[in-house]
Each structure stands twice: as structure tokens, then as C-alpha cells.
């Protein structure tokens, strides 16, 4: 058992500090920037609630974040108020923001500094995956540093590895994000060919799913999309976010993402149809 803080009780943060607390026997602080969720998350794990992320951090043998982006992270890490003014050396701060690998480097440098260790830890499942405590964990750090906190993450983890040095975590997520991006506008592309061709959508997924063009976004989304329901999951918003992160790499280290920059700016014009928090899926309503 661990002292642990866990700031950001978003749709993945609040079930990934419960499986701490609740599977991993853990002592947990938490931190919202939106004190009303703490307080609701107190009640329901019987945890501890801080106001600030320094106060929540203080203490700590390990600080768990799971915030927006890069802004969102340096705000809940740095100044005065930051999770590192409270925490001491020897202790070990674990990022699941999807951001940038430059903030990992910019963070691990600055809590290197005060004698803390750092690691880059962006997860893949999705909000079923954090609920279910099955999440997929892609680390950048240091070995030793990675060795104190694998047994911690493995509350709500299934697999959790390291990648590298810092920022090889979020360089593995960004390769992840690649990959979902051109499967989905593939998918929506059949399913608009299947339906505009006069097909039984539901009888030609059912049977290509099971041979070479089979897909998780395939099985767990052909039904949503067919049927245009796209109120949930994982946000155009933030995928968005991820691949500009994504684009910006390319950029320095010369990958070429045609495919992925196309499909970006199919995700503006789906935000432009309002689309901005449905679920990844609808890229699908363009071809509508
Ligand atoms: P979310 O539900 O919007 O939650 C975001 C959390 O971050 C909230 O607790 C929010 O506090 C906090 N926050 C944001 N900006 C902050 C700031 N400047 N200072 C302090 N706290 C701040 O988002 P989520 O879906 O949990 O996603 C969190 C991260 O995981 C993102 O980087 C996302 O890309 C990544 N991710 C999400 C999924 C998914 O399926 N949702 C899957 C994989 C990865 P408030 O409550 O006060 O707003």
C-alpha cells in the first residue's frame, strides 16, 4: 500500500483514482480543479480531498494526473499551488494527460531538479477501459523509476510498458492516435459504400469482420454509426487536440502523415456541424 494523490477526476481520472483506492488498497488524495467532483468522489471511495494540487501532493509517495492538455498539466504541476512545491525528493510523479512529448521532457526536466522522478504515461480504453480498470499504459522515464510505479498503475491497468526515455510514452499514444485516425475514416467510407450500394450494412459487417478488414473501431462502433448515434465515447475535441500534437511531431522529425492531416481537418468540419464532443465515430455524418 502507497500514499497517492490523483488530480483530475475527469471521465477517466474519477474511475482510474477509485481502482487506487478500491483494488490497489491505496491511500488516495484527490484533487479537482471543480471541488463538487473531490467531494463526490470522498463520498463514494472514502478518500481524502485537497484544494490545491500542492496540498493534495504533500506528503506523497506517488502523484497521479490525468488532466486536459499541455496548459492543463504545467497548471496543476508548477508555481507555487503545483503538485511539486508540495512533493518531496525520492517521490514519483506519473502523467496520464495525452500531451505532448515536449511538456514531458519540460516536466521530468523541472521535477528532476527538486529530486523527483517523472514519468509520461498516456493510456488507451477509452472510458469503458478506465471504468473496467483495463487500460492500455504506454510509459516514457527512467527504468528504476518505472520499476516503483508499474505495480501501482496495475490497479487499472491490463498492460503497461515502458517505451523509452521520457516522452516515449506519448510518442507510442501519438502512434496510436495515427492508427485510429485513417481506420475510422476507412470504416465510415464503407459504411456509407455499403448503404449507398443498397447492402444489409448489418449482414456485411457481420461477415467481413471475421476475415482480414476486422477492427475493434469495426466491432464496437459499425452499430453507432450506421444509426448516426454519436452521443458518447471519446470526443472529436480531443481527438483533434491529439492530432495536432501528432502533426506537430511529424513536423520536427520529418514522418510523413498525409492521411492523418487529411482526416484532422474532416474532424474541423464535424465540429463545424456541431460535432465538437461526439464520439470519434462521426466522421461518418460528413458523408451523410
Ligand atoms: P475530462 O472528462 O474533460 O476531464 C478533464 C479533467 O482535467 C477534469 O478533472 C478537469 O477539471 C481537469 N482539468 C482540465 N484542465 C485543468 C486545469 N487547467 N487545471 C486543473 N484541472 C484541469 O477529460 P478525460 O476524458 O478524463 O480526458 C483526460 C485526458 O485523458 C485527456 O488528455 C484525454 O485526451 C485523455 N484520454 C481520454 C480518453 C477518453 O476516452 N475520454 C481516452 C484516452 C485518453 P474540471 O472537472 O474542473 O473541469
Not at 485510429?180 to 444489409?200: C, P, S
Request: glycine content about 12%; proline content about 3%.
Amino acid at each position: 500500500m502507497a500514499r497517492v494523490a490523483f488530480l483530475g477526476l475527469g471521465v477517466m481520472g474519477s474511475p482510474m483514482a477509485g481502482h487506487l483506492k478500491n483494488k490497489g488498497g491505496h491511500e488516495v488524495t484527490v484533487y479537482n480543479r471543480t471541488g463538487a467532483k473531490a467531494e463526490a468522489w470522498v463520498v463514494q471511495n472514502k478518500g481524502f480531498a485537497a484544494t490545491t494540487p500542492r496540498e493534495a501532493a504533500t506528503g506523497q509517495e506517488f502523484v497521479f494526473a490525468c488532466v486536459g492538455n499541455d496548459d492543463d498539466l504545467r497548471q496543476v504541476t508548477l508555481g507555487p499551488n503545483g503538485a511539486f512545491a508540495g512533493m518531496a525528493r525520492g517521490s514519483i510523479f506519473v502523467d496520464h494527460t495525452t500531451a505532448s512529448a515536449d511538456v514531458a521532457r519540460e516536466l521530468h526536466a523541472a521535477a528532476e531538479n527538486l529530486g523527483i522522478g517523472f514519468i509520461d504515461a498516456p493510456v488507451s480504453g477509452g472510458q469503458a477501459g478506465a471504468e473496467n480498470g483495463v487500460l492500455t499504459v504506454m510509459c516514457g522515464g527512467d527504468p528504476a523509476t518505472y520499476a516503483k510505479a508499474d505495480p501501482v498503475i496495475a490497479a487499472y491497468a491490463r498492460a503497461c510498458r515502458l517505451m523509452g526515455p521520457i516522452g516515449s510514452g506519448q510518442l507510442a499514444k501519438m502512434v496510436n492516435q495515427i492508427c485510429i485516425a485513417g481506420l475510422v475514416q476507412g470504416l465510415a467510407e464503407g459504411i456509407h459504400f455499403a448503404k449507398t450500394a443498397g447492402l444489409d450494412v448489418n449482414a456485411v459487417i457481420e461477415t467481413i469482420s471475421k476475415g482480414a478488414a476486422q477492427s475493434w473501431q469495426m466491432e464496437n462502433r459499425y452499430k453507432t454509426m450506421d444509426a448516426g448515434q454519436f452521443e458518447f465515447g471519446f470526443a472529436v475535441d480531443w481527438m483533434r487536440k491529439d492530432l495536432s500534437i501528432c502533426l506537430a511531431e511529424a513536423r520536427r522529425n520529418g514522418a510523413q502523415l498525409p492521411v492523418a492531416a487529411l482526416v484532422d481537418q474532416f474532424y474541423a468540419e464535424v465540429q463545424k456541424m456541431g460535432g465538437a464532443r461526439w464520439d470519434t465515430s462521426s466522421l461518418i455524418a460528413r458523408l451523410k
